[in-house]
């Protein structure tokens, strides 16, 4: 997956931070739906890459050793289950214009389920790396 476009810019990524109430929204689907996108539960994703690694027998990395133990931490499932990445056209990162856009119009729709909305970029330095242990 390329983190950059072919122009070498960041692409980036919105999460949203929800409630334990949180469910299905017939607003919140509708406006996804006009980006053609969709979210993701990062539990979910997290649970998801580490069968990956594993189906490829890719484990020996440290993003494979801290997303598995993030995943067997009960403490953490119950917050990543409470967070959902937005992809757009299946893709988990976008244009930075794409992003602030959906942001907008979430924002609009005034959810109470939603606690809150986060942006991320995709460099490296701007996102947390596997603690040294896993290395």
């Not at 979210?39 to 979910?44: P, R």
Request: charged letters at 30%; aromatic letters at 12%.
């Amino acid at each position: 997956m390329s983190y950059y476009t072919d122009h070498g810019e960041v692409l980036f990524q919105i999460r949203l931070n929800v409630t334990d109430e949180f469910s299905d929204n017939v607003q919140l689907n509708n406006l996804l739906a006009e980006y053609d996108a969709s979210l993701m539960c990062q539990f979910d994703a997290f649970v998801f890459f580490v069968r990956e690694c594993e189906n490829k027998k890719e484990t020996d990395n440290p993003l494979y050793k801290w997303t598995k133990d993030t995943i067997e931490n009960e403490e953490k499932q119950v917050k990543y289950k409470n967070i959902y990445s937005v992809y757009v056209n299946k893709q988990q990162v976008y244009k930075e214009n794409k992003a602030d856009s959906m942001i907008k119009e979430i924002e609009k729709l005034n959810l109470n389920t939603i606690k809150s909305i986060d942006k991320f970029d995709t460099q490296p330095k701007n996102n947390p790396q596997p603690p040294e242990r896993y290395k």
